[in-house]
């Protein structure tokens, strides 16, 4: 049960909100501490993401703007395809400590939290070799944003989590004959195991985002 507890912690960081969606703000300060773990070098292929979540479909909210301000100083803030908020990493940011404001949808509740993800989608065959390049990176990072007992309690991350747009995918053929079943929210959960023994994944679109599968 704890060890649940915490790769639900991992993944939230304590950052989800019940309200219905308007505005969102936050201290450059607060965000800066987790993010700063996408400077380092050996998580070439995963990062930390600020993503906005509709309550109802799971999938990413639509994000009407987003931008930093700091008295005078005024910046807006880029939005990503698949609906994350880029927020540049600087030190210096983290002195002035700005505000950072988020407008999403108005017509939807939408839950924000900071997710561990690839860097890139991925499309085309996926192999055991790729994926364990992926969750083992993947652990490294959670096991970095749970702090000083993440040794004690660090999830076990045995395979991503696939998540694409709508209804684009219904399932995904692997290159021994079995199907990776894609849920209503568009998710598809992928395992190690899966691929063990040269089997082959085929993504004939590619993901929205990657997530960890983590063992429960």
């Not at 380092?40 to 639509?62: R, Y």
Request: include cysteine.
């Amino acid at each position: 049960m704890r060890r649940g507890m915490m790769a639900s912690a991992l993944l939230l960081m304590g950052l989800c909100s019940s309200v219905y969606a308007q505005e969102y703000r936050f201290t450059y300060s607060k965000l800066y501490p987790p993010l700063k773990h996408n400077l380092d070098a050996e998580h070439s292929d995963v990062k930390v993401g600020l993503f906005f979540t509709n309550f109802a479909t799971k999938q990413p909210c639509a994000i009407d703007k987003a931008w930093m301000e700091k008295e005078q100083h005024f910046e807006n803030l880029s939005i990503s395809d698949n609906g994350e908020v880029n927020i540049p990493l600087d030190s210096n940011l983290r002195s002035a400590n700005p505000l950072l404001y988020v407008h999403t949808q108005q017509d939807a509740r939408c839950d924000y939290s900071l997710v561990v993800l690839t860097k890139n989608p991925l499309q085309g065959t996926v192999d055991y070799a790729e994926i364990e390049q992926v969750t083992e990176q993947m652990t490294t990072m959670l096991g970095q944003l749970g702090g000083m007992f993440s040794s004690w309690f660090a999830p076990d991350v045995i395979g991503v989590t696939l998540e694409f747009k709508g209804n684009q995918v219904s399932h995904i053929p692997l290159s021994d004959g079995r199907f990776i079943s894609v849920n209503k929210q568009g998710k598809a959960l992928l395992k190690l195991s899966d691929l063990s023994q040269g089997v082959t994944a085929q993504l004939d679109v590619p993901t929205q985002r990657v997530m960890p599968y983590i063992q429960k």
